[in-house]
């Protein structure tokens, strides 16, 4: 029997976050989160899989709370990760219980480090023991060295000396650059992330690079010798958006740069070519501003290159942000074949999420997958007359899952299987009693453009259509797709449509439709939101006299925007939202002359009259639907004053609003908040649009 969804079935999730290949394409590796016991965190362990599909997942690591980032040696006999259970085992003592999240999450530094696991058999080792944490590692192609990412200015702790009577050591802040914190981790000004080589068999470090600049995601090139990585190493890089390749020799330390030219520009996510003459990486120089696409490119591994952008031509958004309440923003990746004819990636289009490859020579796009689904996390390794792809799927109604592919060699006549075999179904056993509902896909035009939404349905009453809730995603450069939402399935199982739509400014339709809200925020998306809604109205699907907005970040911008310049909703939930323009652009961590400047063309100081016009704070007078405003207290891409603004404005105008603050919290509450948090915000805004749409109250619900 098949009960309503509910939002503290979100303690039951488990979902793949990251999906990787042995080298001979047998087995995978994938990283497995779900809820810590008390129901205040997460734990994520490792799992193996066979890659034909012929035996059950086992796990390899218990996961008392993190084993991420696995990497497979060249030969396929060890497992590295990262993990912090030297940390919990400090702090949790000889206990089999983890301590609460808000002890344990800020951990002291140094406690995430690298371990090896032997695949043949036996415990894992501790290889790393930096005084910082590691935050990201590669093999050598020989296997006998690790390069790995740390803000560890040393190999060794320095001891601290502190006789009685000392005075406690300074802690002002004293800071001269912006980009001084980032969402998500606090400050980072004075913790730089270098690159680090460690010797596998004996566990010496030797720092490879030093100084200021965020150095990262370290790719050792074929023959060992040079590492290619991302960083900023520019004059006043605080003032830029600018992500270059550099290459480093392994041995004695000279950098040179590869991604040439000026002005901003953004190059990651590299790969070298098997033979090691090329680089492929993700990026663009920001032709648009903030609505730029991300293309492939590729450089000569050699100073100061222009490169060539080979899949330009597509239109396609490489790197474009899929949302999902379940398993976060997937991250893009490169992978070369083996002759170095091609390179697969995967990128959405009309709201799929796909596996593409693009020829190098004649920049010819090859799409490798169809349907109505989300393949996201793609790893791979060349096979026998091809490539075998591991990645992670999931659909509107289908929590994610690890998926198999085979593809046949560019141009041939065996692309791919027909269907990616599943290796998992981690929600069966959970969810399998649980009514998800399907999305339908709509489409409508506004302005000469196609606009795509998904429509849930909940059940009609005496014939009528049901309530509507309408959605609005963050970014403003992100997309919904066919990802699963829980908190649309909550709103569904209890009695309220859902519609959600990609307006103007979103990613995955062409550089464009992504461009096409510049220097408009507010009134253009807001035609296509509401042309949405027209559209069901029209059709009889949704209740015109029972209509609530809500959304994030962007989508919390827009809700409040909506919300004053039309009073048809009879309630609304602004989310992590921003409500003063200028206060967005000068605080948190991408406060600076850069964000205000490719979205407006113009920085807050050099124009203020369209900031004023373009905030919603400065129609806060006409707000008088029923307003929720969540935000999280420890926000700093959206900082709190944010919120605060709105609340004092309309409290001081008796209008109806409630603040709901959520402490110990980021931006990122919705997709990977502590889980009774994210459990109590499903609640709240449902049972928000529940009291006004469903119970048709007037005043505020109780608190």
């Known amino acids: 029997m098949s009960r309503a969804p509910s939002a503290d079935d979100l303690y039951a999730l488990r979902v793949p976050v990251e999906v990787r290949l042995s080298p001979d394409g047998s087995s995978v590796v994938y990283c497995l989160k779900d809820t810590a016991p008390d129901k205040d965190g997460y734990r994520q362990s490792l799992w193996l899989v066979p890659a034909d599909g012929s035996g059950p997942p086992r796990r390899l690591t218990l996961g008392r709370k993190k084993d991420t980032s696995p990497r497979w040696s060249p030969d396929g006999r060890t497992l590295a990760f990262l993990s912090d259970r030297s940390a919990v085992l400090e702090a949790g003592g000889a206990s089999d219980r983890p301590k609460p999240a808000e002890e344990t999450e800020k951990s002291k530094p140094g406690g995430t480090q690298v371990w090896l696991l032997p695949m043949d058999g036996g415990e ?23 390069c790995v ?35 998500g981790e606090g400050f980072i000004y004075d913790k730089a992330p270098n690159l680090w080589i460690v010797d ?42 600018r992500a270059d390749l550099y290459l480093i020799d392994a041995e004695d330390g000279d950098i040179v740069r590869v991604t040439g030219g000026r002005g901003d520009r953004y190059f990651g996510l590299q790969a070298w070519s098997p033979d090691g003459r090329w680089i492929a990486c993700v990026g663009n120089r920001l032709p648009v501003g903030g609505g730029s696409r991300d293309d492939i490119w590729r450089f000569r591994p050699q100073p100061e290159q222009e490169g060539e952008n080979l899949s330009g031509e597509s239109d396609l958004g490489v790197s474009a942000a899929l949302g999902s309440d379940l398993a976060g923003t997937p991250s893009p990746h490169l992978f070369w074949a083996a002759d170095g004819a091609s ?40 096979v026998k007359e091809g490539m075998r792809v591991a990645a992670v799927r999931g659909s509107g109604n289908q929590a994610p899952d690890v998926v198999v592919l085979d593809l046949g060699a560019m141009g041939s006549r065996r692309a791919s299987t027909a269907e990616p075999r599943c290796l998992t179904d981690l929600m069966g056993d959970v969810w399998g009693d649980v009514d998800i509902v399907r999305p339908v896909t709509r489409w409508h035009e506004v302005d000469g453009r196609r606009i795509q939404g998904w429509f849930l349905e909940a ?59 510049f220097r408009d925020w507010g009134d253009g998306p807001m035609r296509d939101v509401m042309g949405g809604i027209d ?25 409040s925007w909506i919300v004053g310049h039309t009073d048809r909703f009879k309630a609304a939930v602004t989310c992590r939202s921003v409500n003063d323009m200028a206060g967005e652009m000068l605080s948190g961590d991408i406060a600076g002359p850069l964000f205000g400047k490719y979205e407006y063309g113009k920085n807050p100081w050099e124009d203020p009259d369209i900031y004023r016009l373009h905030s919603p704070l400065t129609y806060a007078e006409d707000i008088h639907t029923p307003l929720l405003i969540q935000h999280a207290e420890e926000d700093l891409r959206c900082p709190i004053t944010q919120a605060e603004q709105l609340f004092t404005v309309l409290r001081s105008l008796k209008r109806p609003v409630r603040l709901m603050r959520v402490p110990h919290e980021s931006h990122e509450l919705t997709r990977s908040g502590a889980p009774f948090r994210r459990v109590e915000n499903i609640e709240r805004i449902s049972g928000w649009f529940r009291h006004f749409l469903i119970e048709d109250k007037r005043g505020l619900p109780p608190a």
Request: aromatic share 8%.
């Open 343 to 382: 390179i697969l990636f995967a990128a959405p289009i009309e709201g799929s999420y796909e596996l593409w490859r693009v020829g190098v020579e004649d920049g010819r796009v090859q799409r490798l997958t169809e349907g109505t689904h989300a393949i996201t996390r793609p790893h791979a390794v060349p």
């Open 535 to 559: 559209s069901l109205i029209s059709d009889g699907l949704a209740d015109p006299d029972r209509l609530g907005v809500t959304g994030g970040s962007y989508g919390g911008y827009l809700t």
């Open 149 to 183: 990412v740390s803000a560890a200015t040393e190999a060794e702790p320095k001891p601290k000396r502190r006789k009685p009577g000392d005075p406690p050591e300074r802690d002002a802040r004293i800071l001269d650059r912006l980009q001084y914190m980032l969402n």
């Open 459 to 517: 059940p009609r009453r005496d014939g009528k259509a049901a309530p509507l809730v309408v959605e609005i995603h963050g970014g403003p450069s992100t997309l919904y797709g066919w990802s699963m939402f829980w908190e649309w399935q909550v709103m569904v199982g209890q009695g309220m449509s859902v519609y959600a739509c990609n307006p103007r400014g979103s990613q995955g339709y062409g550089q464009d439709f992504n461009h096409a809200n």
């Open 200 to 241: 596998v068999a004996g566990g010496a470090a030797r720092r490879l690079t030093s100084g200021a600049s965020r150095d990262e995601d370290p790719q050792w090139s074929p023959d060992g010798k040079r590492i290619c990585f991302v960083s900023n190493r520019h004059a006043d890089a605080d003032l830029t958006w």
């Open 124 to 146: 894992a080792r501790q290889s790393t023991r930096l005084p910082e944490d590691v935050g990201g590692l590669a093999w050598s192609p020989d296997g006998d060295r690790l």
